[in-house]
T-cell receptor, first 113, second 110 residues
Framework: DAGVIQSPRHEVTEMGQEVTLRCKPISGHNSLFWYRQTMMRGLELLIYFNNNVPIDDSGMPEDRFSAKMPNASFSTLKIQPSEPRDSAVYFC???????????FGPGTRLLVL | EDQVTQSPEALRLQEGESSSLNCSYTVSGLRGLFWYRQDPGKGPEFLFTLYSAGEEKEKERLKATLTKKESFLHITAPKPEDSATYLCAFVSGNTGKLIFGQGTTLQVKP
């Protein structure tokens, strides 16, 4: 299996622009998670989906962040408008079912200028 | 409140010098403990899952153990390629979320 796939791997944008991060989970996995990692706060869960349905989005920092999962093989995390404090590494992870082992993608390194 | 604390924050070892990393937790209704390894610029890589106190798992030079309040990752005769950040995480029984510690950055010198 190819593992969790994320794109782009790096993104540099200017404040105010829209940013869209993409994730393809491992085939057959029913749960998908979006995390953000910073030096100050470590790994934080933003939102997770179960069978394409958002279950818990309490970690989404504010309304500028939104996530969708239109089908079992694709999810997006959108930031609109982006701000410099959004600069971080964003990881997508998937698991067979919630509460089981999560497998992480390589991450998207986002820099907002 | 669910909380995970890892110690030490950083650890420097000479090649062959065995040591242990600690992960202590306060979690309502533990549903599983996970250890991950993270190399710079990469995503966390799964190592072990432990579910109950007394459980142990091994992989090459690594052995993970679990008690009711903490978990240890024992590294026996480490090599430079073991250098990485090691993360532990717990699944909260209340929320079902994976709660990560801040990690221990291990450097093994030849």
């Amino acid at each position: 299996d190819a593992g969790v796939i994320q794109s782009p791997r790096h993104e540099v944008t200017e404040m105010g622009q829209e940013v869209t991060l993409r994730c393809k989970p491992i085939s057959g996995h029913n749960s998908l998670f979006w995390y953000r990692q910073t030096m100050m706060r470590g790994l934080e869960l933003l939102i997770y989906f179960n069978n394409n349905v958002p279950i818990d989005d309490s970690g989404m920092p504010e309304d500028r962040f939104s996530a969708k999962m239109p089908n079992a093989s694709f999810s997006t995390l959108k930031i609109q408008p982006s701000e410099p404090r959004d600069s971080a590494v964003y990881f997508c992870a998937s698991s067979l079912i919630a509460m089981e082992t999560q497998y992480f993608g390589p991450g998207t390194r986002l820099l907002v200028l | 409140e669910d909380q995970v604390t890892q110690s030490p924050e950083a650890l420097r070892l000479q090649e062959g010098e065995s040591s242990s990393l600690n992960c202590s937790y306060t979690v309502s209704g533990l549903r599983g403990l996970f250890w991950y390894r993270q190399d710079p610029g990469k995503g966390p890589e799964f190592l072990f899952t432990l579910y109950s106190a007394g459980e142990e798992k091994e992989k090459e030079r690594l052995k993970a153990t679990l008690t009711k309040k903490e978990s240890f990752l024992h590294i026996t005769a480490p090599k430079p390629e073991d250098s990485a950040t090691y993360l532990c995480a717990f699944v909260s029984g209340n929320t079902g979320k994976l709660i990560f510690g801040q990690g221990t950055t291990l450097q093994v010198k030849p």
